[in-house]
């Protein structure tokens, strides 16, 4: 490392260490990864387990981000892969790109379509800190279109960035985190909704299939988790499909949305059972 390259990342640091209990310690973690890794986007997410997110920072917020991640962080959170891959699954600390975590079939699925696709990205990635029991930060990295995605070289510094991340936001936990144990209850909630989601209607087996299939994996994928051949996941599927009277994941996404709002966690109750007797 050069002299230049040490004087840089010390004055870095010194900023980011005089931040730690600022406002603007947020912007000035995405001025530093920014100084070292083009970005178009970077926000930042508090996760808590068995919570919604919350977006606690976005670098560039707009009506039409605030509209995405508002339905984003409602319930869709619940199928995506961060979600499922880092946060519910509590991996260790990391800078994680979405081709690492995505199931196989999700470049296809609804949920791309309505987060990935209208937000015109072409790549993205988290630095993913978990701060104390069941609690994490998610700092996500973006770069939309017409960008390319991040090169090798570049995933390589981030992952190498990581491990600073990391010291630095657990630090600023330490100092200004406050408990969050009163938002549990009320999101735990929201992942027995899933759980729940079809439960009337569907066997055990047909509920966990449509569950993977929200989440983005194909037959093949969603048959390895399960332990079974694809062609029982696909005779699963088409029975799925054939008692909600749809043809394709898109239909089951908005099922799962629309749903959401009709659980009661006093009961336990199927929220799909309750939007489809809502229609009739």
């Known amino acids: 490392m050069t002299s230049s390259s040490n004087t840089h990342l010390f004055a870095a640091f010194g900023q980011l260490a005089e931040k730690l209990t600022d406002n603007d310690f947020w912007p000035t973690v995405c001025g530093f990864v920014e100084s070292e890794c083009r970005l178009d986007e970077f926000a930042v997410f508090h996760y808590v387990w068995s919570e919604a997110p919350r977006r606690i920072f976005d670098c560039h917020s707009s009506p039409d981000r605030d509209r995405l991640h508002g339905e984003l962080l409602q319930a869709a959170y619940l199928i995506g892969?961060?979600?499922?891959?880092?946060?519910?699954?509590?991996?260790?600390?990391?800078?994680?790109?979405?081709?690492?975590?995505?199931?196989?079939?999700?470049?296809?699925?609804?949920?791309?379509?309505?987060?990935?696709?209208?937000?015109q990205a072409s790549d993205e990635g988290m630095f993913f800190v978990p701060v104390e029991e069941g609690v994490s930060i998610g700092l996500l990295a973006e770069r939309r279109k017409p960008s390319k995605g991040f090169s090798e070289a570049e995933i390589s510094l981030l992952k190498s960035m990581s491990p600073c991340i990391t010291a630095l936001v657990r630090q600023r936990w330490r100092l200004v985190g406050a408990s969050s144990k009163q938002h549990r209850m009320r999101n735990q909630h929201m992942v027995t909704a899933l759980e729940c989601f079809g439960r009337d209607l569907l066997s055990e087996r047909e509920r966990e299939i449509a569950e993977l299939i929200l989440r983005g994996h194909s037959s093949k994928s969603g048959a390895r988790e399960l332990g079974i051949s694809p062609e029982t996941e696909r005779v699963h599927r088409k029975r799925m499909y054939s008692k909600l009277d749809i043809s394709s994941q898109a239909e089951l996404f908005w099922l799962f949305i629309q749903s959401v709002r009709y659980f009661n966690p006093a009961t336990h109750n199927d929220p799909l059972q309750v939007l489809l007797a809502q229609r009739d």
């Open 81 to 119: 892969p961060y979600y499922n891959s880092i946060v519910r699954a509590q991996a260790d600390p990391g800078f994680y790109t979405i081709d690492e975590l995505a199931p196989d079939a999700f470049w296809e699925s609804e949920y791309h379509r309505i987060y990935y696709a209208e937000k």
